[in-house]
């Protein structure tokens, strides 16, 4: 039996004699590469923090010492070690298996739930303030990669820290690398840590010292031991001590012995203190440590080459390229519009920007407040920035959104890439809250296409805007409808009519239009006469056309990939209320008042929802037959 097949709790990695967990940590890289070449998912993280969470669970004793993992990203090998290395993990991400990151409904040993970059801080210091309030003794660490100290998070946790608690661990995971190569002024300083060459030169002094004093090799001895103990004195370690907290590094995360010494010396620590631990992303499986960004969150692959399946001929684009490619479009016509990504070049398409023009990029680190306040700024001076993050991650930013941008009226386009479903990331990552948030807010544009073509003129639609415009849009492929060659900017608020029908008006917005001709043609096969409209824009609503549906329709149906609450649906029902045209019902179709969770495919976790063609079809028409009821 494997090493890794018996372990069932953290107490038997704490049985297992030194010598034997570099086989331990063989099979566990094993196991992270086997599962997630079939169900893709973080290899290079989880490759890179094997000893480390080795370490830590020999140190600590969970659940009673807690943990809190910076996004989770690593926490699959930690997952192995707390008993969950069964079938579930083979199915990790999928319907049938664990969450790809770590949830408190999960495990007992999952202390926080994150899925967001820069939490793990804040949130470790409430626990070990919780603790010292309530006189327990559990130790409290917090497990931060080296990105997670550009969030504004971060920061503002440091600098609580001392005056705070006396007792907080601070794990900086520094792998060089987020998603994409990390930037600015921090990554930079801790580079610094890493090489700077007054530790060694200290080191080869004070050793040469020491054989020079009376004593002999019981004073080398000490004096090595002192140097391990308090190497943080011959490093540049200023910005941690200006915070009251003490710096011990760099440390190499793959040798088991070091890592376990300084975890057990931050332990009985009496200051809050902060291990500098050296990891490498994808340490174990060569394709992984060559290709770091497309390792950091792959899709399903072959172990032997690192390539994911052939792609079918005549696939559409994805909309991220689209979105790319036409910015770069817009920004050689206009030298004054810029692209502005928070660590996700390659995920939002801007990659395509860096690449061709450049000078009119922007990468400002994980931190989705700075990029919008940072766009805000240029747009007061003539540019006009499109700002592309994911929708989930641009709640972070909402203060900025308001207060910042809108507020001032300035023009900036908002690309929110991942709108609807992230299926096998899961609640943290669905975006289905945007249209929601983002509707109450007074003077924007707030849009979503219906293919490919669409967003493209969408963009030149934002750009021509001169105040605040959001477009949102799916993961994945479009759905293949060719691309003019020059965008063209639609009327902002203008619904597009697809069909007329005289019993139903379907008002469907991005990708659920074509989801709406769908029902619409199985309708007319049960009798039931059904239109069709685009509506583009859910701010401003075409009040207009929705006025003569209602006047026209028994029912109006309206579908989106969005919560249920406060979006297209929410919109129309107000619209007809200060129209006074009430007397039209309205059917809602989107997602449940609820957080989805993770699932195999878009169209499991829709079957699982009530949001199936089927289970759409079916609602609409009790739906009009009750209406057809009352009126007889």
Excluded at 152 to 162: K, P, Q, S, Y
Excluded at 238 to 249: A, V
Excluded at 599 to 606: A, E, F
Aim: glycine letters at 10%; hydrophobic letters at 40%.
């Amino acid at each position: 039996m494997s090493l890794l097949a018996q372990i069932q709790s953290p107490d038997d990695v704490k049985n297992l004699t030194l010598e034997e967990l570099p086989q331990l940590a063989k099979e566990i890289r094993e196991r992270v590469i086997a599962t997630t070449s079939k169900n893709g998912g973080h290899v290079g993280p989880n490759l890179g923090v094997v000893e480390l969470t080795i370490g830590l669970h020999r140190v600590f004793n969970t659940p009673k010492d807690r943990f809190c993992f910076d996004v989770s990203h690593q926490g699959y090998v930690h997952k192995l070690l707390t008993g969950r290395n069964d079938e579930r993990f083979d199915h990790i991400r999928t319907s049938d298996g664990y969450s790809g990151f770590l949830t408190r409904n999960e495990s007992e040993h999952d202390a926080f739930g994150a899925g967001h970059a820069g939490t793990a801080l804040s949130a470790a210091l409430g626990m070990a303030v919780a603790r010292d309030k309530r006189g327990t003794d559990e130790n409290v660490v917090a497990l931060c990669g080296d990105a997670a100290f550009t969030c504004g998070i971060t920061m503002e946790a440091l600098n609580n820290v001392a005056g705070s608690t006396k007792r907080l661990i601070i794990i900086l995971n520094d792998n060089k690398w987020s998603i994409a190569k990390n930037v600015g002024a921090l990554s930079r300083y801790f580079n610094e840590l890493i090489t700077n060459p007054i530790y060694n030169r200290l080191n080869d002094g004070i050793e040469s010292l020491l054989q020079k004093m009376p004593g002999g090799e019981s004073i080398i001895k000490f004096g090595i031991k002192w140097k391990q103990e308090t190497k943080d004195f011959f490093v540049s370690s200023s910005l941690f001590e200006k915070f009251g907290i003490r710096y011990i590094g760099p440390i190499d995360g793959h040798d088991q012995k070091q890592v376990e010494h300084y975890l057990e010396f931050a332990k009985n620590a009496e200051q809050p203190v902060i291990l500098h631990i050296l990891t490498e992303k994808g340490r174990g499986y060569d394709v992984a440590i060559e290709n770091p960004e497309r390792f950091h969150g792959a899709s399903p692959f072959d172990i032997k080459t690192g390539k994911g399946p052939p792609s079918a001929s005549g696939i559409p684009p994805k909309y991220q390229d689209v979105m790319g490619e036409t910015l770069v479009k817009l920004a050689r016509e206009d030298k004054n519009v810029v692209g502005i990504t928070a660590a996700m070049p390659s995920g939002t398409g801007l990659n395509i920007l860096e690449k061709e023009l450049p000078d009119q990029f922007f990468d400002v680190g994980i931190a989705e407040e700075h990029a919008v306040l940072f766009a805000a700024g240029m747009a007061t001076s003539g540019y006009h920035p499109v700002c592309a993050i994911y929708s989930t991650f641009l709640q972070r930013a909402y203060d900025q959104i308001i207060h910042d941008v809108a507020l001032q009226n300035l023009p900036v386009l908002f690309c929110m890439d991942r709108a609807g479903l992230s299926p096998n990331d899961g609640a943290t990552h669905h975006g289905l809250f945007d249209l929601s948030y983002l509707r109450c807010v007074p003077g924007i544009v707030v849009m979503a296409p219906a293919n490919e073509d669409e967003l493209a003129d969408m963009m030149a639609t934002g750009v021509a805007y001169q105040g605040a415009a959001f477009i949102r849009y799916p993961r994945g492929n479009a759905v293949g409808t060719p691309i003019k060659e020059k965008p063209k900017a639609i009327e902002v608020g203008k619904a597009k009519r697809l069909k007329s029908g005289s019993d139903i008006d379907i008002w469907a917005i991005g990708t659920m239009v074509t989801d709406a001709e769908e029902l619409a043609s199985s309708l007319r096969e049960h009798g039931i006469d059904a239109g069709v409209v685009n509506a583009r824009f859910v701010k401003p609503l075409d009040t207009v056309l929705l006025a003569e549906s209602a006047q026209s329709t028994r029912l109006i149906v309206t579908m989106e990939d969005h919560v249920i609450t406060g979006g297209l649906g929410s919109a129309a029902m107000e619209a007809l209320q200060i129209a006074e045209l009430q007397h039209c019902h309205v059917e809602r179709i989107g997602w449940p008042d609820t957080f989805i969770e993770h699932g195999s495919s878009v169209k499991k976790l829709r079957d699982e929802n009530g949001l199936s063609p089927q289970s759409i079809l079916e609602c609409v028409m009790a739906k009009f037959a009750k209406l057809a009821a009352l009126q007889t």
